[in-house]
């Protein structure tokens, strides 16, 4: 008999830490038939989970540096689930830009609330009079700046992945403020 597919929903796109750290759990665990569903936000991640549409939900709740992730703590409080496990990964923030683009030409500078945070004092150092934006999502951001939903004078904080996936140059690596930088990743089922 073949196991079945584990359907895992994560909060992010192609290219996100949170599919980085899916794909560390499934390797942890052995799950060799399993699918990722890219669901952009834990609210969407515990909705669909408590929906029966995926069988596991994993999401980050913690930082090292940028400390709890607002988002979770508010989507939590709205769903009823277990948690299953709690792990972490190291991240690196990398600054992404299309191809071509030059530092000088950079007038924004977008990605989710919490990469913004893990990379403070290295925007107030390095880009004091460029203009700080949120995003949904880190990957989210990058692939909308590929898809030029984003102006190109816009650079994005985001994973080596989505720099890769999205064909976008990386004006700079690692420029998160501590050179260790760990989130803690909850594992989630009904």
């Not at 290295?122 to 700080?132: G, H, N, S, T």
Request: proline share 2%; aromatic share 8%; hydrophobic share 40%.
């Amino acid at each position: 008999m073949r196991k079945k597919v584990e359907i895992i929903g994560i909060s992010g796109a192609r290219g996100s830490f949170s599919e980085e750290a899916a794909r560390t759990y499934a390797h942890k665990n052995s799950l060799k038939r399993y699918e990722i569903r890219y669901l952009i936000t834990v609210e969407n991640v515990l909705a669909a989970l408590e929906q029966g549409s995926i069988s596991t939900g994993i999401f980050p709740i913690e930082n090292s540096n940028g400390g709890i992730v607002i988002e979770a703590v508010y989507a939590m409080a709205k769903h009823r689930f277990s948690i299953k496990k709690i792990f972490e990964i190291d991240v690196h923030h990398n600054l992404l830009v299309k191809k071509g683009t030059r530092a000088d030409k950079i007038k924004i500078i977008t990605s989710h609330d919490q990469a913004l945070k893990q990379c403070r004092m290295y925007l107030k150092r390095v880009w004091p009079k460029v203009k700080v934006v949120e995003y949904a999502d880190t990957a989210k951001a990058a692939e909308d700046l590929a898809k030029g939903k984003l102006p190109s004078t816009t650079a994005v904080i985001a994973s080596r992945a989505a720099a890769l996936r999205n064909k976008l140059d990386i004006l700079e690596e690692s420029i998160q403020d501590l050179k260790f930088n760990y989130t803690s990743f909850i594992v989630a089922v009904k």
